[in-house]
């Protein structure tokens, strides 16, 4: 059956029926609004789009891998601000003619990947249009800590990551060529794990600043370096690039270093913490945030003391920065 068969409220039902709740929810979807608890009083909001042919491809992805990456990229947000994931609301657009199971393994991948991070969808949009369109928006609890900024690195705090780095961009380059294999990389492009309750954790054990890993490390980080107004190296020997990625790398002609400091869509986790704290061992230190930016300039981001020039970072109105 198409969607445009089923109809609008009765994809919407259908829809609904997959979607189990959680504490945090005090009334899901039915009615014109979701209720979420926010017993801290503040909310964490934040949103993002997926658009057919540009964020996912149908004959690289199932309907079920979008949707875990979908709710993936926005949960993740969430954790890099130091908060808990509470909820998640999906705006979907799709063609009449868009099977009806397409919609429902999308669901189902939301589904999941909420529970993952311990968060429900509560709600949201269906309408009809010429491409498939993903609109998330997710919520999250700070439990009464102050949310972890991209605004609050200091000169001497140490730079450390948690999760994957350069393996969706080393899936990405296996796809693009035609493969589909190694397959551990390409599932990390088509299902991104963040690590969610690192996000917290971090913030409880001091974290100054913190952002997760979407358009590259490098890029990501230069984002901390300009709202802090600092300089941050990082050390290239203090990146582990798997043995697999190593070899991926030599078949493509690509440096996997490469992938791994420009590479985005793993949604890890980086953050700098001040020089004394004590990290668990799920956090890698890869850098120190060296001074001040200067007058003239905002802040910075070098690789070994010298800047990264190679290509990073993603920007939809100008490519690739």
């Known amino acids: 059956m198409q969607v445009g068969e089923l109809g609008e409220f009765g994809l919407i039902r ?27 009083g503040r909310v964490v ?14 004959d690289w992805s199932t309907a079920y891998d979008v949707g875990r990456k979908a709710a993936a990229q926005n949960l993740a947000d969430v954790a890099a601000m130091g908060a808990v994931p509470t909820a998640l609301l999906l705006g979907l657009v799709v063609p009449a003619e868009l099977p009806v199971t397409w919609a429902l393994e999308l669901m189902d991948g939301l589904r999941d990947e909420c529970q993952v991070a311990g968060a429900a969808v509560v709600g949201g949009d269906v309408v009809r249009g010429e491409s498939i369109t993903v609109s998330i928006t997710a919520l999250g609890d700070l439990q009464g800590r102050r949310p972890v900024t991209r605004s ?20 990405f380059t296996v ?20 690590p969610y309750h690192a996000g917290p954790a971090a913030a409880v054990l001091g974290a100054t600043s913190m952002i997760d890993v979407s358009d590259g490390l490098v890029a990501d980080l230069g984002h901390v370096a300009e709202a802090s107004g ?10 582990d690039v798997p043995a697999q990625m190593a070899d991926i790398g030599q078949a493509v002609g690509v440096d996997p270093l490469q992938w791994v400091l420009s590479g985005g869509e793993d949604h890890a986790l980086v953050a700098t913490f001040p020089a004394d704290a004590h990290l668990p061992s799920r956090w890698r230190v ?3 945030v060296t001074r001040p930016a200067s007058l003239s300039g905002t802040g910075r981001v070098t ?6 020039d190679r290509v990073g970072g993603w920007d939809h109105f100008g490519a690739q920065a």
């Open 286 to 288: 890869v850098g120190e």
């Open 14 to 40: 259908e829809l609904t029926s997959r979607l189990p709740q959680t504490s945090a929810v005090e009334l899901g979807p039915g009615d014109d609004a979701a209720v979420v608890a926010a017993p801290d």
């Open 230 to 239: 600092v300089h941050i190296d990082l050390r290239a020997a203090d990146f």
């Open 303 to 308: 690789v070994d003391g010298a800047p990264w």
């Open 45 to 58: 909001a934040t949103t993002d789009v997926l658009l057919e042919g540009s964020h996912f491809r149908r």
């Open 152 to 171: 609050g690195a200091r000169p001497g705090d140490k730079v450390a990551v948690t999760g994957w780095l350069g393996w969706s961009a080393a899936g």
């Open 175 to 194: 796809l693009s060529r035609g493969f589909r294999s190694p397959r551990a990389f390409v599932e990390a492009h088509r299902r991104p794990e963040p």
